[in-house]
């Protein structure tokens, strides 16, 4: 009787805060996750290379259009 309480593990209580955050770890770690997050974060650099691109041909059009009216 008194062995069989040695080999039972003890029935902890874990606060809801550490139970999501655990499951959410283990979500972020999915392939699936990490493919979408990486497709995320390559269409946001793309983007801001877009944008790069139109600042940069606003500029230059208008260096010369200014040097055309001199």
């Known amino acids: 009787p008194l062995l069989d309480n040695l080999f039972k593990p003890k029935e902890r209580f874990i606060p809801e805060k550490e139970m999501h955050m655990r ?12 493919k979408r997050q990486e497709e995320k974060q390559k ?11 139109e600042i940069f041909k606003k ?4 260096q010369l259009l200014q040097r055309n009216t001199e």
């Open 23 to 34: 499951s959410k770890r283990i979500y972020d770690n999915l392939p699936e996750v990490k």
């Open 43 to 53: 269409r946001i650099i793309i983007q801001s290379n877009r944008l790069r691109v």
């Open 59 to 62: 500029q230059l059009l208008d």
